[in-house]
C-alpha cells in the first residue's frame, strides 16, 4: 500500500499535544539540585557614573551565597565586543557581564546576587547601596544627532554609529522629469518583542570535568556555545548549550546578553548552578528593542503612474552598545535597501545614519527593517495615486517587477528571482472582493463613517545565507546541517541545527523525511536545541528553517534511501535500481510483497555485517549540510490588505478585515505556515496601532510594564484570510521558501495605507507609529485649525 | 525568615487534598511551580495582565501570580495538569493541537482555563470567544487560530455542527 504524501499536508505539531498538557519543559521547569538563583540590580540612570558599591549587608542577608560586581565576574570573563568587518565605523565599546564603571542605559545590570531563592536573592538587592554620579543622558535620536551632543558612553568618540549611503541610477534627474512627486514624514517608535517566556538560563559548572552545560530561552545553541566558550576561556568541547521549549523568540533571543554572560561566567566563578529567569519589569528594560526610526521619503512618478525614483533619509537607533554577535545596523540598512523592492524602479537615493543612545541596545526584532521600507513605499505610493487621480490597486499593478524567471537587482541592491507579485496581487482582489469595498467605502462616508482599505505589496528576505554574517566575520553560522541515522529498531533519527520555538519546523523536516525515506511520519524522531545532540548549524533566524534546514533533510534522506536499497539489493540479491522504500519496508517494484523492513536492514548491518555481499558497507548515518552560495537569500513575496475603520470623535481604530497572499514557494505544511502567517500579521498590526516604549527626554522607560505596553489583545484582532501562491524556488531542490517573517514585514504598511485611506476625505495623513487614539485626534485637530 | 511568615494551608489541588506551610508572601503561581512542582502554569508578567498563569479557582479562571497561597486555603483549585488528567478538557486540547492553535505554547495552560470556564455556560459567539481571550496574551498565533478551535469544541459539546 502507497502511503499519503506528507509534503505538503495539513500534519498537525506533534510537539503541540505535549504543551496543550502543559507539559512543556521551560528553562525555569527544569529541575536541579542545589540551584542558585540570581537576581539584579539594575541601574535606574540612562547614564551615570559608579562611584561606590556597598555590597555588605547584602552579604549577611539569609540565604545569600554571594554578591557580585563586574569586577569579580572579569576574573573569569573576558569583554566581548561587536565588530562588523564592512562596517568599521559602527564602533561599540567592549562590554562585559555587568557594568564597570558607568552605566550607560536604565536597566544596565550592576551588581548579582546569589540566593537560595529568588525571593531571597531579591530581599538582598533591596539593601546594596550604589553611590551613583549622574552623567548628560543622551536619549532621543536628534539629540544623539546633535553637534554638542554628549557621548552615550566616555568611551566613543561620537554617536554616529553608522552613515551609509546608496546610489542607483540619477535620483535628481528622475525627480526633475517627473510628473508627480510626492513626500512623507515617518515616524517609528521603539518596541520590544515582549516573548511571553522572558529570557531565562540555567548555567551548572562541573569543575570536575570543567564542562559548562546551559539550558537557555534561546534561538541559536550553536552561537551560544562559540560565545560563552570564547568569553570564559574554555575550550569548545566543554560547553554544551541546550534550548528547551522557548515561550516566544521573534529575534529578540537571538543576542548574547550582559546579564546572561553574568550567569554563565557566576556558575563557572561559583562551581554552582545558577538560574535567572527576567521578570517582566527588567525584560521592559534590558530585552534588546527595535524599530526605533524616523524616516523621510520621496517618490517619482511619470505621467502614466510608472514609478521612477525614490529617495529615502533614514535616522535609526541604536541604544547604549551593538547588540552581539550581529550588530544594530540591520534595521537600519534594510529600511534603506528594501525600499521598492517589489517595484521597477531605475533610481534610487537613500542614506541612513544610526546612532547611540543611553537606551537598551536595539537589535533583532521580526522582519527587521524591512517592515519600515515596505510601509514608506506602500504610504508613497498611495500618496501618489491619489495625485495621480488613480486607484491604488492599480497604481502597484502597473509596477510590480517582473521577476517570473529571471534573478533581478531591485535599485537598492535586493535580488529577486522566480516572483509572482503580479498573481499574488490578482489573487488578492478576488479574495478580498476589492471591487465591492471600494463601492461601499463610499457609500458609508456618506454616512459619516470612515473607513479604509491598504494594500502593502512586500518582499520577505528569507532563506538567509552566509554573505550577511559572513561577510562582516561575525561568527553566526548561515549554514543548516542534518544528521540522518537509522536506527537498530527500524526507526529514523533526525538530529537537525534548526530550532523549533513553535514554528512548527521539526514537524515540516519531518514530513520531508518520511517522504523522502518512504517511512512513516511517526517513525522519525526529530532530534534539536541542544548541541551536544544535534550537529553544527545556525538554528532559528531569517525565516530559514524548513528552507534550509530542510533542504539539508531532504540531501539527507536521499542518501540515506541510496544506503538502505544498496544493503538490501545485496540481501535480496537485486538491483538496487528496482527496489523501493514504502510505509518502512522494501519492496521490488515487481512484486506487492514487501521484501524486508527497514529493521531488518540495519539488524543486518548492525549485528551481521559479514551477511551484506559489498566491499564496503553504505553508511546508515548520513551527515548533509547546506547553504544557499549562488544567492544571498531566497526572496519570497506577496501582498497584503486591510481593510480598517477610524472613529473620527475618538481617535479608535477597528480592524475590520485583513487578508494575505503569499508566495513561499512549495509549501510543505499550509496548517502550519498559515499560522506563521497570521502570527506575523498581529506582530505587525501591534506595531501600527499599540505598541510603544516611552521614553522620556531623560532616558526612563515610562511604561515599563504590561499594564502600560499594549500588545495586540483578542478583542481587537480581526480574522485573517490566508491564501497561497505556490512558485517553488530554484535554489534549492526542495523549493521552499521562508515564511516566517511575512505577515510582520507588510502588515504594519497595509495598516498605515488603510488607516490613511479612512482619512483622506480630511486631508490627513498620519506619519507617526503607533496610531494611537491621542495622535489621530491631534491630527484632525491640527487639520481642523 | 522565620516561622511567623508561615501559615498552614489545606485545600483541594487537582481532586486531592492538600496541606502546607507557606511563606505570606508566597504568590499561587511560584507554590504551583516551585514548591509543588506543577510546571504547566508560566508566569507572564506576574502583574495579572498576560494570563498565561491562569487556574481555575472554585470553577473561576484566575490570575495564580495576583493571588497568594495563604488566599487558596479552602478552596477548590485546578491546573493544567488536573484539567488533562480529569479529561474534562481533552476535546478542547484536541482541538488546538488539530487546528494548531498554539505555537511556543508557553500561553496555552492560561488559554485553556479560560476557555474552559467559558465553555461552561451558553454556546459563546466568534465575537463572545475573542472577548473572554482578552484576559491571555498570545504574542505567537495572532489568536485567529485559537479562537476557532474554541468555536469548534463549544459547537459540538452543544451536540450541533461544529
Avoid at chain 1, 501 to 508: D, E, K, R
Avoid at chain 1, 740 to 750: I, L, P, Q
Avoid at chain 2, 107 to 124: H, M, Q, S
Amino acid at each position: 500500500m502507497t502511503a499519503a504524501l506528507k509534503t505538503g499536508a495539513s500534519v498537525p505539531r506533534r510537539n503541540a499535544a505535549r504543551l496543550v498538557a502543559g507539559k512543556g519543559r521551560y528553562t525555569d521547569d527544569i529541575q536541579v539540585a542545589g540551584l542558585l538563583h540570581v537576581a539584579f540590580v539594575r541601574s535606574s540612570y540612562p547614564h551615570a557614573r559608579l562611584k561606590r558599591i556597598d555590597t555588605r549587608a547584602a552579604e549577611d542577608m539569609p540565604g545569600v551565597v554571594a554578591v557580585l560586581t563586574g569586577d569579580d565576574l572579569a576574573k573569569v570573563c573576558a569583554p566581548w565586543q561587536t565588530q562588523l568587518a564592512l562596517l568599521p565605523s559602527h564602533l561599540s565599546p567592549p562590554q562585559m557581564p555587568m557594568a564597570q564603571g558607568e552605566v550607560c542605559w536604565q536597566g544596565e545590570a550592576v551588581v548579582a546576587v546569589v540566593a537560595a531563592s529568588r525571593a531571597l536573592a531579591e530581599d538582598a538587592t533591596e539593601t546594596i547601596e550604589i553611590e551613583w554620579e549622574e552623567l548628560p543622558v543622551v536619549a532621543d535620536m536628534a539629540a544623539a544627532a546633535g553637534a554638542d551632543a554628549a557621548v552615550v558612553h566616555s568611551a566613543m568618540a561620537s554617536n554616529l554609529g553608522l552613515d551609509h549611503t546608496i546610489s542607483t541610477g540619477d535620483a535628481d534627474d528622475a525627480f526633475r522629469q517627473a510628473s508627480v512627486t510626492v513626500e512623507h514624514t515617518f515616524s517609528f517608535d521603539r518596541q520590544t518583542g515582549v516573548t511571553l517566556e522572558p529570557r531565562s538560563i540555567l548555567a551548572e559548572f562541573d569543575p570536575r570535568l570543567r564542562q559548562l552545560t546551559i539550558h537557555h530561552s534561546h534561538q541559536v545553541p550553536h552561537q551560544m556555545r562559540d560565545i560563552f566558550a570564547a568569553q570564559l576561556k574554555l575550550p569548545l568541547s566543554s560547553v554544551r548549550v541546550v534550548a528547551p521549549d522557548v515561550g516566544g523568540a521573534f529575534g529578540l533571543k537571538l543576542a548574547a546578553y550582559p546579564d546572561e554572560m553574568a550567569v554563565a561566567a557566576i556558575a563557572v566563578l561559583l562551581e554552582r548552578p545558577v538560574k535567572f529567569c527576567a521578570d517582566r519589569l527588567e525584560a521592559f528594560v534590558s530585552d534588546n528593542h527595535a524599530r526605533e526610526a524616523k524616516v523621510h521619503g520621496r517618490m517619482a512618478m511619470d505621467a502614466n503612474g510608472k514609478l521612477t525614483a525614490m529617495d529615502v533619509s533614514v535616522v535609526s537607533g541604536f541604544g547604549a552598545y551593538s547588540a552581539y554577535p550581529r550588530g544594530s545596523v540591520g534595521e537600519a540598512l534594510q529600511a534603506v535597501h528594501m525600499v521598492a523592492a517589489p517595484y521597477k524602479m531605475a533610481h534610487l537615493r537613500g542614506r541612513v545614519r544610526g546612532y547611540f543612545q543611553n537606551k537598551p541596545p536595539s537589535g533583532v526584532l521580526r522582519a527587521v527593517g524591512q517592515p519600515i521600507a515596505t510601509t514608506v513605499t506602500e504610504q508613497l505610493l498611495d500618496l501618489a495615486a491619489r495625485r495621480l487621480g488613480l486607484d491604488p490597486a492599480e497604481l502597484r499593478r502597473r509596477n510590480y517587477v517582473d521577476t517570473a524567471t529571471a534573478t533581478a537587482r531591485s535599485a537598492g541592491g535586493i535580488v529577486l528571482a522566480e516572483l509572482s507579485l503580479e498573481r499574488c496581487h490578482d489573487r488578492l482582489l478576488q479574495l478580498m472582493d476589492y471591487a465591492t469595498l471600494r463601492q461601499r467605502q463610499q457609500m458609508h462616508r456618506d454616512k459619516g463613517i470612515y473607513r479604509g482599505i491598504g494594500l502593502a505589496a512586500f518582499i520577505e528576505q528569507t532563506a538567509v545565507g552566509p554573505t550577511l554574517y559572513g561577510a562582516q566575520n561575525v561568527r553566526a553560522s548561515a549554514q543548516e546541517t542534518c544528521r540522518l541515522t537509522l536506527e537498530a529498531d527500524g526507526a529514523i533519527r533526525c538530529a537537525t541545527s534548526i530550532t523549533d520555538q513553535g514554528q512548527g519546523t521539526s514537524t515540516a523536516l519531518a514530513q520531508i523525511v518520511a517522504d523522502a525515506l518512504g517511512v512513516d511520519i511517526e517513525t522519525v524522531e526529530i532530534a534539536t536545541g541542544d548541541t551536544q545532540l544535534t550537529p553544527f548549524g545556525g538554528g532559528a533566524w531569517a525565516s530559514r528553517g524548513t528552507a534550509l534546514g530542510g533542504e539539508a533533510a531532504l540531501r539527507a534522506a536521499r542518501k540515506l534511501k541510496e544506503s538502505v536499497l544498496g544493503i538490501a539489493g545485496a540481501l535480496l540479491q537485486t538491483e538496487p535500481g528496482l527496489l523501493k522504500i514504502e510505509d518502512g519496508r522494501i519492496y521490488n517494484t515487481a512484486s506487492p510483497l514487501p521484501q524486508m523492513s527497514l529493521a531488518d536492514i540495519a539488524t543486518t548491518a548492525y549485528f551481521k555485517a559479514h551477511l551484506v555481499a559489498l566491499a564496503e558497507l553504505p553508511s546508515l548515518e548520513i551527515t548533509e549540510s547546506f547553504a544557499p552560495r549562488d544567492l544571498p537569500y531566497v526572496a519570497a513575496n506577496g501582498i497584503q490588505a486591510a481593510h480598517v475603520e477610524v472613529d473620527v470623535e475618538l481617535g479608535t481604530i477597528r480592524v475590520l478585515d485583513f487578508w494575505v497572499v503569499d508566495d513561499c514557494g512549495r509549501v510543505i505544511n499550509p496548517l502550519l505556515v498559515d499560522e506563521q502567517i497570521r502570527g506575523g500579521v498581529v506582530q505587525g498590526i501591534g506595531a501600527a496601532l499599540y505598541e510603544q516604549c516611552i521614553y522620556g527626554v531623560d532616558g526612563q522607560l515610562e511604561n515599563g510594564s504590561l499594564v502600560d505596553y499594549l500588545v495586540p489583545m483578542a478583542s481587537e484582532m480581526p480574522d485573517i484570510h490566508v491564501a497561497h501562491v505556490q512558485t517553488p524556488t530554484s535554489a534549492t531542490t526542495l523549493g521552499a521558501r521562508g515564511v516566517g517573517e511575512a505577515g510582520t514585514v507588510g502588515a504594519a504598511a497595509a495598516i498605515w495605507t488603510a488607516v490613511n485611506d479612512a482619512l483622506a476625505p480630511f486631508g490627513v495623513v498620519l506619519s507617526e507609529q503607533p496610531f494611537t487614539p491621542e495622535r489621530v485626534l491631534d491630527a484632525l485637530a491640527a487639520r481642523k485649525d | 525568615m522565620g516561622m511567623a511568615d508561615l501559615h498552614s494551608i489545606a485545600f483541594m489541588l487537582n481532586g486531592k487534598s492538600v496541606t502546607a506551610d507557606v511563606d505570606a508572601r508566597l504568590h499561587l503561581a511560584d507554590f504551583l511551580r516551585h514548591t509543588l512542582h506543577l510546571t504547566g502554569t508560566h508566569v507572564g508578567c506576574e502583574h495579572g495582565v498576560c494570563g498565561a498563569c491562569n487556574v481555575l479557582v472554585d470553577g473561576r479562571s484566575t490570575r495564580s501570580c495576583l493571588m497568594l497561597a495563604v488566599q487558596v486555603d479552602g478552596a477548590q483549585v485546578e491546573t493544567i495538569e488536573g484539567l488533562t488528567a480529569s479529561g474534562q478538557i481533552a476535546d478542547l486540547q484536541e482541538a488546538f493541537t488539530a487546528r494548531n492553535a498554539l505555537q511556543c505554547g508557553y500561553c496555552t495552560p492560561g488559554v485553556l482555563a479560560t476557555a474552559a470556564e467559558l465553555l461552561n455556560g451558553e454556546k459563546p459567539t466568534r465575537e463572545e470567544i475573542r472577548d473572554a481571550l482578552s484576559g491571555n496574551y498570545c504574542r505567537c498565533t495572532g489568536y485567529h487560530a485559537i479562537v476557532d478551535a474554541i468555536e469548534t469544541v463549544a459547537g459540538k459539546r452543544q451536540g450541533g455542527a461544529p
